[in-house]
């Protein structure tokens, strides 16, 4: 997707940053370890596949990737931070997301609506004018070493924040492509995100753990692949009795630019 080309989403717990082609070599190690790639239900790709799929993502009007790093210091390329003011309004490319920097990724897929064939995908509302969609969303903490710390928490309360907070913009993007945008010229999305999802493989206890945590909760028993299904409710309102919206507000939330300016080469 290309909407959060030239954003980056700052806490006091994670930096989320858009996955550009500098990141694919880290990446790529990772997803060497086939334990992780049995967590993540993935693929293992060469090295030239994995650059391949950086660049579908960012085209696919679909997909919303951010790489995760460690949290902005002064030092780390990232001006004021999260709670910090005059200048901080960019994150600099390259130093705050150097590889060593790297923890994982967080992503939103958006696919058409999974419906149970009544309303075929309409909203429900019986104006037929709004379509329904998913957003599926998956998070990896590569490195053991990083595990258990909260940053899976925090990284996925931000993605839902950034997701509440631009909306109209990802839908649109999402939507412009399926055809979903209003033709008034408003340039708005008719889309509805009906459900928000993880799909976890049933043993992953650690993964249903935290989705449980921020307020999912289980739909239906164990699919064909092994896998549950854990519901977000009340998608895109980011209400204060929300555990996810409690995690965003202690963790602080700050989107940048993302500056790219000071790469010697893309
Ligand atoms: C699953 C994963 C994302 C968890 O991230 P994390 O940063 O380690 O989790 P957090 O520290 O944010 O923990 C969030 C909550 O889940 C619980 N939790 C995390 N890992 C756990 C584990 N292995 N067993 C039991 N609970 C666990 C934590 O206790 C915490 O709840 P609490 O604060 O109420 O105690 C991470 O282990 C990972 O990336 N694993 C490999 C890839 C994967 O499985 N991805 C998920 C695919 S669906």
């Known amino acids: 997707m290309k909407f959060n080309e030239h954003i980056a989403v ?3 717990k994670v930096l989320l940053v858009p996955y550009d082609a500098r990141h694919v070599p880290r990446y790529h190690e990772w997803m060497e370890d086939a334990t992780i790639r049995e967590a993540t239900a993935s693929e293992r790709l060469a090295l030239d596949e994995e650059y391949a799929n950086q660049v579908e993502w960012r085209e696919a009007a679909d997909k919303l990737t951010f790489i995760l790093c460690e949290p902005l210091t002064p030092a780390s390329g990232g001006g004021g931070g ?4 005059g200048d901080g309004d960019a994150v600099v490319a ?4 150097e590889p060593r920097r790297m923890v994982g990724d967080v992503n939103m897929f958006l696919t058409p609506w999974e419906g149970d064939g009544d309303d075929e995908g309409l909203d429900g509302s019986g104006s037929g004018k709004a379509h329904c969609c998913m957003a599926e969303i998956d998070i990896m903490i590569a490195d053991p070493r990083h595990r258990g710390k909260g940053l899976g928490r925090a990284a ?3 993605l839902l924040s950034f997701f509440c907070r631009n909306r109209e913009g990802v839908l649109a993007e999402y939507g412009g492509a399926d055809g979903y945008t209003s033709n008034t010229g408003s340039g708005k999305s008719t889309l509805v995100v009906k459900d928000l999802v993880a799909k976890i493989s049933a043993g992953n206890t650690g993964s249903i753990a935290l989705f449980k945590s921020l307020g999912f909760e289980q739909r239906g028993g164990v699919n064909y692949f092994g896998e549950i299904q854990m519901v977000l409710e009340g998608v895109g ?8 919206v409690a995690v965003v507000k202690d963790a602080g ?3 940048l ?10």
Not at 94 to 97: M, R, T
Not at 237 to 244: G, H, M, N, V, Y
């Open 10 to 12: 700052a806490t006091n």
């Open 257 to 266: 630019r993302y500056d790219r300016s000071r790469l010697r080469e893309e």
């Open 82 to 85: 999260v709670g910090g003011d």
């Open 94 to 97: 390259g130093e705050a997301d």
């Open 156 to 158: 996925v309360a931000a």
């Open 253 to 255: 939330y700050k989107e």
């Open 237 to 244: 309102e980011e209400r204060d009795e929300a555990p996810w």
